[in-house]
Nanobody, 128 residues
Framework: QVQLVESGGGSLQTGGSLRLSCAAS????????MAWFRQAPGKEREAVAA????????YYADPVKGRFTISLDNAKNTLYLQMNSLKPEDTAMYYC?????????????????????WGQGTQVTVSS
């Protein structure tokens, strides 16, 4: 059974930086892709950034382009999200997700239906 454990969340002021980590364990293979989603109170969960593990191609949601960077350390089985220039609107619970079903699973990188394993979430709170 795959387990994803996030860490690195916290409370900080506008303009600060955080790096989220997601450690994956329990799998004998590699996921096809991984992603960070976030959900703010009263809002739907949204994809923030995603990465295809084999080819390395990435996706970023428009609100975070140029500020967030997703990366993967295959040796450590760990996904990262470097978040710079944080804004109050970035406040949310951030979730790590992984797809172990492979390339043919018929959902794109930004759909939560793409992913079959999720972490428990880590809270990010940005104050003005």
């Amino acid at each position: 059974q795959v387990q994803l454990v996030e860490s690195g969340g916290g409370s900080l002021q506008t303009g600060g930086s955080l790096r989220l980590s997601c450690a994956a364990s329990g799998s004998t293979g590699s996921p096809y892709c991984m992603a960070w989603f976030r959900q703010a109170p009263g809002k739907e969960r949204e994809a923030v950034a995603a990465i295809v593990t084999g080819g390395g191609s990435t996706y970023y949601a428009d609100p975070v382009k140029g500020r967030f960077t997703i990366s993967l350390d295959n040796a450590k089985n760990t996904l990262y999200l470097q978040m710079n220039s944080l804004k109050p609107e970035d406040t949310a619970m951030y979730y790590c997700a992984a797809d172990y079903r492979g390339k043919r699973w018929p959902y794109n990188l930004v759909s939560s239906l793409r992913y079959n394993y999720w972490g428990q979430g880590t809270q990010v709170t940005v104050s003005s």
